[in-house]
Protein backbone atom coordinates (compact mmCIF):
# COMPACT_ATOMS: atom_id res chain seq x y z
CA UNK A 1 0.00 0.00 0.00
CA UNK A 2 1.78 3.33 -0.96
CA UNK A 3 1.90 6.39 1.56
CA UNK A 4 -0.96 9.15 1.79
CA UNK A 5 -0.97 11.51 -1.54
CA UNK A 6 0.07 14.69 -0.78
CA UNK A 7 -2.80 17.21 -0.93
CA UNK A 8 -0.93 19.60 -3.06
CA UNK A 9 -0.95 17.15 -5.91
CA UNK A 10 -4.84 17.55 -6.46
CA UNK A 11 -6.45 20.91 -6.84
CA UNK A 12 -9.80 19.46 -6.68
CA UNK A 13 -9.31 18.35 -3.28
CA UNK A 14 -7.96 21.34 -1.93
CA UNK A 15 -11.29 22.83 -3.74
CA UNK A 16 -13.30 20.21 -1.63
CA UNK A 17 -11.45 20.51 1.14
CA UNK A 18 -12.68 24.14 1.31
CA UNK A 19 -15.66 23.63 0.92
CA UNK A 20 -16.28 22.13 3.96
CA UNK A 21 -15.22 25.36 5.70
CA UNK A 22 -16.87 27.92 7.13
CA UNK A 23 -15.47 31.88 5.99
CA UNK A 24 -12.67 29.90 4.62
CA UNK A 25 -11.55 32.95 1.82
CA UNK A 26 -13.96 36.24 3.82
CA UNK A 27 -14.32 37.71 6.99
CA UNK A 28 -18.30 38.09 7.98
CA UNK A 29 -16.89 41.30 9.36
CA UNK A 30 -14.16 42.58 7.51
CA UNK A 31 -14.64 40.50 3.92
CA UNK A 32 -12.13 38.99 1.42
CA UNK A 33 -9.19 37.75 3.62
CA UNK A 34 -6.35 35.26 3.64
CA UNK A 35 -6.68 33.14 7.21
CA UNK A 36 -3.31 32.54 9.00
CA UNK A 37 -4.54 32.82 12.43
CA UNK A 38 -5.37 29.50 12.73
CA UNK A 39 -2.71 29.11 16.44
CA UNK A 40 -5.62 31.51 17.61
CA UNK A 41 -8.21 29.16 16.48
CA UNK A 42 -9.01 26.93 13.28
CA UNK A 43 -11.83 27.47 10.65
CA UNK A 44 -14.99 25.61 11.43
CA UNK A 45 -16.49 22.94 9.86
CA UNK A 46 -19.79 23.98 8.34
CA UNK A 47 -21.25 20.55 9.28
CA UNK A 48 -20.18 21.44 12.91
CA UNK A 49 -22.26 24.98 12.66
CA UNK A 50 -25.45 22.66 11.15
CA UNK A 51 -25.26 20.16 14.33
CA UNK A 52 -24.30 22.65 17.05
CA UNK A 53 -27.65 24.65 15.82
CA UNK A 54 -29.99 21.48 15.72
CA UNK A 55 -29.20 20.63 18.92
CA UNK A 56 -29.61 23.49 20.53
CA UNK A 57 -33.08 23.60 19.84
CA UNK A 58 -33.81 20.19 21.70
CA UNK A 59 -35.38 20.81 25.16
CA UNK A 60 -34.16 17.57 26.41
CA UNK A 61 -31.54 15.68 28.52
CA UNK A 62 -30.14 13.07 28.94
CA UNK A 63 -30.61 10.13 32.03
CA UNK A 64 -34.42 10.18 31.20
CA UNK A 65 -37.22 8.00 29.80
CA UNK A 66 -38.15 9.34 26.98
CA UNK A 67 -37.32 9.00 23.41
CA UNK A 68 -35.55 12.19 23.10
CA UNK A 69 -32.88 11.44 26.45
CA UNK A 70 -32.28 7.84 24.87
CA UNK A 71 -31.31 9.26 21.60
CA UNK A 72 -28.83 12.28 23.26
CA UNK A 73 -27.32 9.67 25.46
CA UNK A 74 -26.51 7.36 22.16
CA UNK A 75 -24.84 10.61 20.13
CA UNK A 76 -22.60 10.99 23.28
CA UNK A 77 -21.38 7.34 23.48
CA UNK A 78 -21.37 7.29 19.93
CA UNK A 79 -19.06 10.62 20.44
CA UNK A 80 -16.79 8.67 22.99
CA UNK A 81 -16.28 5.79 20.76
CA UNK A 82 -15.28 7.95 17.82
CA UNK A 83 -12.65 9.73 19.78
CA UNK A 84 -11.41 6.53 20.95
CA UNK A 85 -10.91 5.31 17.43
CA UNK A 86 -9.60 8.95 16.66
CA UNK A 87 -6.96 9.06 19.43
CA UNK A 88 -6.28 5.84 19.69
CA UNK A 89 -7.22 5.13 22.82
CA UNK A 90 -7.96 1.50 23.84
CA UNK A 91 -8.84 2.10 27.37
CA UNK A 92 -9.61 5.51 29.88
CA UNK A 93 -12.59 7.59 29.35
CA UNK A 94 -13.07 10.61 27.91
CA UNK A 95 -14.85 13.29 29.27
CA UNK A 96 -15.65 17.13 27.97
CA UNK A 97 -15.13 20.30 30.36
CA UNK A 98 -15.67 24.28 29.62
CA UNK A 99 -12.24 24.26 28.04
CA UNK A 100 -9.41 22.46 27.32
CA UNK A 101 -7.33 24.86 29.93
CA UNK A 102 -10.15 24.04 32.08
CA UNK A 103 -9.46 20.10 31.68
CA UNK A 104 -5.73 20.83 32.02
CA UNK A 105 -6.23 22.54 35.57
CA UNK A 106 -8.28 19.92 36.89
CA UNK A 107 -6.19 17.13 35.63
CA UNK A 108 -2.94 18.43 36.89
CA UNK A 109 -5.00 19.54 40.21
CA UNK A 110 -6.15 15.93 40.66
CA UNK A 111 -2.64 14.42 39.97
CA UNK A 112 -1.08 16.79 42.64
CA UNK A 113 -3.66 15.96 45.25
CA UNK A 114 -3.16 12.57 44.91
CA UNK A 115 0.61 12.49 44.66
CA UNK A 116 2.79 10.76 47.59
CA UNK A 117 3.32 13.90 49.62
CA UNK A 118 6.94 15.36 49.26
CA UNK A 119 7.44 14.38 45.72
CA UNK A 120 7.83 16.75 43.11
CA UNK A 121 6.34 17.66 39.58
CA UNK A 122 8.33 18.31 36.47
CA UNK A 123 7.36 20.53 33.42
CA UNK A 124 9.34 22.43 30.98
CA UNK A 125 9.37 26.10 30.08
CA UNK A 126 8.07 25.70 27.04
CA UNK A 127 4.57 25.13 27.71
CA UNK A 128 1.53 27.02 27.40
CA UNK A 129 -0.01 28.28 30.78
CA UNK A 130 -2.33 26.38 30.70
CA UNK A 131 -0.11 23.38 31.83
CA UNK A 132 2.60 25.66 33.50
CA UNK A 133 0.51 27.57 35.53
CA UNK A 134 -1.20 24.73 37.24
CA UNK A 135 1.56 22.78 37.79
CA UNK A 136 2.95 25.60 39.65
CA UNK A 137 -0.02 26.62 41.68
CA UNK A 138 -0.67 23.13 42.44
CA UNK A 139 2.82 22.31 43.66
CA UNK A 140 3.07 25.17 46.13
CA UNK A 141 -0.51 24.70 47.24
CA UNK A 142 0.15 20.49 47.94
CA UNK A 143 3.76 21.30 48.86
CA UNK A 144 5.51 19.70 46.08
CA UNK A 145 8.55 21.14 44.30
CA UNK A 146 8.98 22.05 41.13
CA UNK A 147 11.45 21.26 38.63
CA UNK A 148 11.54 23.40 35.74
CA UNK A 149 13.09 21.95 32.37
CA UNK A 150 14.32 24.82 30.54
CA UNK A 151 13.86 24.71 26.84
CA UNK A 152 16.39 25.37 24.15
CA UNK A 153 15.82 29.25 23.20
CA UNK A 154 17.30 28.96 19.67
CA UNK A 155 15.31 26.23 18.22
CA UNK A 156 12.50 26.10 20.47
CA UNK A 157 12.82 22.47 21.72
CA UNK A 158 13.02 20.77 25.24
CA UNK A 159 14.05 16.90 24.74
CA UNK A 160 13.98 14.02 26.64
CA UNK A 161 17.35 14.19 27.19
CA UNK A 162 16.51 17.65 29.16
CA UNK A 163 14.28 15.96 31.20
CA UNK A 164 16.01 12.74 31.84
CA UNK A 165 19.09 15.38 33.12
CA UNK A 166 16.68 16.61 36.27
CA UNK A 167 14.74 13.74 36.47
CA UNK A 168 14.74 11.41 39.98
CA UNK A 169 12.83 8.70 41.74
CA UNK A 170 10.76 11.08 43.78
CA UNK A 171 8.78 12.55 40.59
CA UNK A 172 5.46 11.98 40.93
CA UNK A 173 3.48 14.16 38.53
CA UNK A 174 5.11 15.36 35.05
CA UNK A 175 3.58 17.81 32.17
CA UNK A 176 4.83 17.91 28.83
CA UNK A 177 3.20 20.19 26.05
CA UNK A 178 2.85 18.53 22.27
CA UNK A 179 3.34 21.98 20.35
CA UNK A 180 4.18 25.27 20.91
CA UNK A 181 1.46 27.63 20.32
CA UNK A 182 4.21 30.79 20.14
CA UNK A 183 6.69 28.72 17.64
CA UNK A 184 4.52 25.73 16.21
CA UNK A 185 7.25 23.24 16.71
CA UNK A 186 6.40 19.96 18.03
CA UNK A 187 8.00 17.89 20.94
CA UNK A 188 8.54 14.26 21.20
CA UNK A 189 5.76 13.09 23.76
CA UNK A 190 6.95 9.49 23.22
CA UNK A 191 10.21 9.99 23.90
CA UNK A 192 10.16 12.08 26.70
CA UNK A 193 7.37 9.87 28.77
CA UNK A 194 10.43 7.51 28.21
CA UNK A 195 12.39 9.22 29.91
CA UNK A 196 10.28 9.96 32.95
CA UNK A 197 9.49 6.26 33.01
CA UNK A 198 12.71 4.99 33.19
CA UNK A 199 13.78 6.72 36.25
CA UNK A 200 10.07 7.20 37.54
CA UNK A 201 7.44 4.31 36.36
CA UNK A 202 4.61 5.13 38.70
CA UNK A 203 4.60 9.37 37.79
CA UNK A 204 1.37 10.81 36.58
CA UNK A 205 1.90 12.35 33.44
CA UNK A 206 -0.22 14.58 31.70
CA UNK A 207 0.12 16.56 28.03
CA UNK A 208 -1.32 19.55 26.22
CA UNK A 209 -2.18 18.69 23.05
CA UNK A 210 -3.72 21.81 22.36
CA UNK A 211 -2.20 23.26 19.64
CA UNK A 212 -0.60 19.55 18.24
CA UNK A 213 -4.11 18.38 17.33
CA UNK A 214 -5.44 19.84 14.40
CA UNK A 215 -1.93 19.01 12.52
CA UNK A 216 -1.11 15.68 12.60
CA UNK A 217 -2.46 12.11 14.19
CA UNK A 218 -2.67 11.57 17.55
CA UNK A 219 -2.17 8.14 18.99
CA UNK A 220 -2.49 7.57 23.03
CA UNK A 221 -1.72 3.97 22.69
CA UNK A 222 1.84 4.92 22.10
CA UNK A 223 2.24 7.85 24.13
CA UNK A 224 2.67 6.18 28.11
CA UNK A 225 0.84 9.12 29.83
CA UNK A 226 -1.89 9.20 31.81
CA UNK A 227 -4.28 12.40 30.46
CA UNK A 228 -4.34 14.57 27.04
CA UNK A 229 -6.05 17.59 26.58
CA UNK A 230 -7.68 19.43 23.77
CA UNK A 231 -9.14 22.43 22.62
CA UNK A 232 -11.96 21.31 19.73
CA UNK A 233 -12.02 25.16 18.91
CA UNK A 234 -8.74 24.71 17.73
CA UNK A 235 -9.65 21.38 15.64
CA UNK A 236 -11.89 22.41 13.00
CA UNK A 237 -14.84 22.32 15.77
CA UNK A 238 -16.41 25.39 17.83
CA UNK A 239 -15.70 27.52 20.83
CA UNK A 240 -17.17 26.74 24.70
CA UNK A 241 -15.80 22.94 25.49
CA UNK A 242 -12.89 21.18 25.95
CA UNK A 243 -12.12 17.58 25.79
CA UNK A 244 -9.79 15.19 27.65
CA UNK A 245 -8.98 11.82 27.73
CA UNK A 246 -8.17 10.02 30.99
CA UNK A 247 -6.34 6.93 31.51
CA UNK A 248 -8.15 4.15 34.29
CA UNK A 249 -5.45 4.62 36.86
CA UNK A 250 -6.21 8.73 36.65
CA UNK A 251 -10.00 8.23 36.21
CA UNK A 252 -9.94 6.16 39.59
CA UNK A 253 -7.78 8.68 41.86
CA UNK A 254 -10.17 10.83 44.40
CA UNK A 255 -11.64 13.97 42.15
CA UNK A 256 -14.55 16.36 42.41
CA UNK A 257 -17.93 14.47 42.05
CA UNK A 258 -20.86 13.86 43.63
CA UNK A 259 -21.56 12.03 47.10
CA UNK A 260 -23.13 8.83 46.26
CA UNK A 261 -22.69 9.22 42.61
CA UNK A 262 -21.08 6.94 39.66
CA UNK A 263 -17.15 6.53 41.00
CA UNK A 264 -16.05 6.49 37.52
CA UNK A 265 -17.77 10.30 36.65
CA UNK A 266 -15.61 12.88 36.16
CA UNK A 267 -18.32 15.10 34.35
CA UNK A 268 -20.30 17.87 36.38
CA UNK A 269 -23.86 18.64 35.85
CA UNK A 270 -25.10 17.90 32.12
CA UNK A 271 -23.29 17.87 29.54
CA UNK A 272 -23.79 19.65 25.74
CA UNK A 273 -24.84 16.61 23.69
CA UNK A 274 -24.12 18.97 20.78
CA UNK A 275 -20.34 19.69 21.77
CA UNK A 276 -20.11 15.87 21.29
CA UNK A 277 -22.07 15.37 18.19
CA UNK A 278 -19.73 18.18 16.76
CA UNK A 279 -16.76 16.36 17.49
CA UNK A 280 -18.48 13.42 16.04
CA UNK A 281 -18.59 15.83 12.93
CA UNK A 282 -14.72 17.09 13.02
CA UNK A 283 -13.61 12.88 13.13
CA UNK A 284 -15.59 12.31 10.29
CA UNK A 285 -14.30 15.04 8.29
CA UNK A 286 -10.48 13.43 9.52
CA UNK A 287 -12.20 9.58 7.95
CA UNK A 288 -13.54 11.09 4.74
CA UNK A 289 -10.02 13.06 3.93
CA UNK A 290 -8.02 9.89 4.89
CA UNK A 291 -10.33 8.28 1.79
CA UNK A 292 -9.29 10.65 -0.35
CA UNK A 293 -5.57 10.32 0.32
CA UNK A 294 -5.55 6.72 0.79
CA UNK A 295 -7.15 3.50 -0.33
CA UNK A 296 -7.80 2.54 3.69
CA UNK A 297 -10.65 0.91 4.46
CA UNK A 298 -10.27 0.87 8.29
CA UNK A 299 -11.57 3.76 9.78
CA UNK A 300 -8.05 4.35 11.91
CA UNK A 301 -6.04 3.69 9.43
CA UNK A 302 -7.77 6.40 7.45
CA UNK A 303 -7.50 9.36 10.25
CA UNK A 304 -3.80 8.29 10.43
CA UNK A 305 -3.33 8.94 6.36
CA UNK A 306 -5.50 11.93 7.17
CA UNK A 307 -2.85 13.15 9.96
CA UNK A 308 0.30 12.42 7.58
CA UNK A 309 -1.97 13.97 4.69
CA UNK A 310 -2.27 17.40 6.50
CA UNK A 311 1.45 17.26 8.46
CA UNK A 312 3.06 17.10 4.96
CA UNK A 313 0.91 19.64 3.51
CA UNK A 314 1.51 21.69 6.17
CA UNK A 315 5.39 21.28 5.69
CA UNK A 316 5.14 22.26 2.17
CA UNK A 317 3.40 25.75 2.68
CA UNK A 318 6.04 26.41 5.64
CA UNK A 319 8.75 25.88 3.25
CA UNK A 320 7.54 27.95 1.22
CA UNK A 321 6.95 30.83 3.47
CA UNK A 322 10.34 29.95 4.82
CA UNK A 323 11.97 29.44 1.22
CA UNK A 324 10.13 31.44 -1.23
CA UNK A 325 7.69 30.40 -4.11
CA UNK A 326 6.04 31.22 -7.27
CA UNK A 327 9.64 33.40 -7.67
CA UNK A 328 8.67 35.12 -4.65
CA UNK A 329 11.47 35.29 -1.82
CA UNK A 330 10.87 33.47 1.37
CA UNK A 331 10.86 35.00 4.60
CA UNK A 332 14.42 33.91 5.35
CA UNK A 333 15.87 35.88 2.14
CA UNK A 334 14.23 39.13 2.69
CA UNK A 335 16.47 41.52 5.08
CA UNK A 336 16.27 42.60 8.08
CA UNK A 337 13.64 39.40 8.90
CA UNK A 338 14.08 36.84 11.15
CA UNK A 339 12.70 33.42 12.20
CA UNK A 340 12.24 31.96 15.74
CA UNK A 341 13.27 29.12 16.52
CA UNK A 342 15.78 29.12 12.47
CA UNK A 343 14.68 28.28 9.05
CA UNK A 344 15.52 24.89 9.12
CA UNK A 345 13.71 23.33 12.09
CA UNK A 346 12.03 19.63 11.40
CA UNK A 347 10.21 20.06 14.46
CA UNK A 348 8.45 23.16 13.18
CA UNK A 349 4.08 22.00 12.47
CA UNK A 350 2.35 24.53 11.01
CA UNK A 351 3.69 27.91 12.02
CA UNK A 352 6.01 30.44 11.38
CA UNK A 353 6.82 33.34 13.17
CA UNK A 354 9.26 35.96 12.80
CA UNK A 355 10.66 39.50 13.36
CA UNK A 356 11.41 42.38 11.64
CA UNK A 357 14.81 44.60 12.59
CA UNK A 358 13.02 48.11 13.52
CA UNK A 359 9.63 47.89 13.05
CA UNK A 360 7.15 46.29 15.79
CA UNK A 361 5.13 43.53 15.19
CA UNK A 362 2.56 45.06 15.87
CA UNK A 363 2.64 47.45 12.90
CA UNK A 364 3.13 44.55 10.51
CA UNK A 365 0.13 42.67 11.60
CA UNK A 366 -1.84 45.84 11.19
CA UNK A 367 -0.33 46.21 7.67
CA UNK A 368 -0.57 42.97 6.60
CA UNK A 369 -4.39 42.98 7.54
CA UNK A 370 -4.42 46.18 5.55
CA UNK A 371 -3.02 43.18 2.56
CA UNK A 372 -5.88 40.98 3.14
CA UNK A 373 -3.51 38.63 5.59
CA UNK A 374 -5.17 37.84 8.58
CA UNK A 375 -1.72 37.23 11.38
CA UNK A 376 -1.26 37.77 14.90
CA UNK A 377 1.26 39.31 17.21
CA UNK A 378 2.58 37.31 20.25
CA UNK A 379 4.04 39.64 22.98
CA UNK A 380 6.18 38.96 25.89
CA UNK A 381 3.11 38.29 28.16
CA UNK A 382 2.15 35.63 30.76
CA UNK A 383 1.32 34.10 27.70
CA UNK A 384 4.48 34.63 25.08
CA UNK A 385 6.88 35.50 27.32
CA UNK A 386 8.61 32.33 28.13
CA UNK A 387 9.32 32.30 24.55
CA UNK A 388 9.81 35.63 23.81
CA UNK A 389 12.35 36.99 26.76
CA UNK A 390 14.92 34.39 26.45
CA UNK A 391 15.32 35.48 22.92
CA UNK A 392 15.23 39.37 24.21
CA UNK A 393 12.12 40.13 22.15
CA UNK A 394 9.01 41.80 23.03
CA UNK A 395 6.73 40.07 20.67
CA UNK A 396 6.54 38.12 16.71
CA UNK A 397 4.79 37.83 14.25
CA UNK A 398 2.99 34.33 14.04
CA UNK A 399 1.45 32.93 10.91
CA UNK A 400 -0.29 30.33 11.67
CA UNK A 401 -1.40 27.73 8.92
CA UNK A 402 -3.92 24.09 8.22
CA UNK A 403 -4.33 22.07 5.15
CA UNK A 404 -7.40 24.44 3.95
CA UNK A 405 -4.82 27.40 3.42
CA UNK A 406 -3.10 27.18 -0.46
CA UNK A 407 0.08 28.10 -1.55
CA UNK A 408 -1.55 30.74 -3.26
CA UNK A 409 -2.41 32.25 -0.17
CA UNK A 410 1.58 31.71 0.92
CA UNK A 411 2.33 33.85 -2.11
CA UNK A 412 -0.26 36.53 -1.35
CA UNK A 413 1.20 37.01 2.11
CA UNK A 414 5.11 37.16 0.94
CA UNK A 415 3.92 39.59 -1.50
CA UNK A 416 2.79 41.43 1.08
CA UNK A 417 5.32 41.32 3.76
CA UNK A 418 7.87 41.93 0.82
CA UNK A 419 6.12 45.39 0.37
CA UNK A 420 6.13 45.84 3.68
CA UNK A 421 9.64 45.57 4.62
CA UNK A 422 10.51 46.90 1.82
Not at 25 to 38: A, H, I, K, L, T
Request: net charge negative; proline share 4%; aromatic share 6%.
Amino acid sequence: MLGPKLISDDLDLIDAIRERFAHVDSCPFGGPRVYFENGGGALTLKSVIETSARFAGIPDNQGRDNPAAKALAQVVEKAKADLAVFMNAGSGQFIAGETGTELLYRMIRTACVNAPKGCKIIGSSIEHPSSRSAARQWADTTGMTYVNVQHDAPSGVVTAEDYAALMTPDVGVATILHASPVTGIGIDVVAIAKAIRAVAPDCVIIVDGIQHAAHGHLDLSTYDVDGYAISPYKVFSRHGYGIAWISDRMTAFSHEALVGGPTRNWELGTRDVGAYAAISDVISYFDWLGGEVSEETDARKRIEAAGQAIHDYEADLTNALINGTANLPGLRHMDGVSILSGANNPARVGTVSFVVDGMASTEIVQRLQDHGIRTHTRTADHYSGNILHPLNLPDCVRISMCHYNTGQEVAQALRAIKTIVG
